[in-house]
């Protein structure tokens, strides 16, 4: 699972301020793709691999709308309604629990969330007041 400092794509690291940006083309300005009759462009022909269009394109998008395409993906979407089935499981899991410890008439009566809750308050409040007696 992905924290919030994670994303699914990773993005090749940003060049900092006082390395170039054409440091792959021999560095510094002599030799530079000025110097070459270029208009800023690296005189080096670069191999491009599959995928990095569109790292370059999520490059210069923020981190929450970097997060926001993330989630938008079918795979992000599979894996998130997964996890979600399985939290509501195992909540509906806790309730019959407590269900089966709840007295009630008949026993096996059908009784919604909040009413299996109310009960329990109720019940927990009279085991109390047993107790105390």
């Known amino acids: ?13 940003t060049h900092s301020e006082s390395e170039s940006v054409f440091s792959d083309c021999g560095g510094g300005r002599a030799g530079s793709a000025e110097d070459a ?17 569109v790292k370059k394109d999520l490059q210069h998008l923020s981190r929450e709308e970097r997060r926001r395409r ?14 979600e089935r ?4 195992a909540f509906n899991m806790a309730f019959a629990e407590l269900r089966k410890l709840l007295p009630t008439l008949p026993p096996d009566k059908k009784l919604s969330k909040i009413e299996i809750l109310r009960l329990a308050i109720c019940y927990i409040s009279y085991l109390n007041h047993v107790l105390d007696v």
């Open 1 to 13: 699972m992905l924290n919030s400092d994670q994303t699914e794509i990773d993005l090749p690291p």
């Open 37 to 53: 009759g270029g208009v800023g462009l690296c005189a080096q022909s670069r191999t491009a691999e599959p995928g990095e269009a």
């Open 70 to 83: 993330r989630r938008a993906t079918a795979k992000y979407r599979t894996a998130h309604a997964t996890r």
């Open 86 to 89: 399985i939290r509501v499981e």
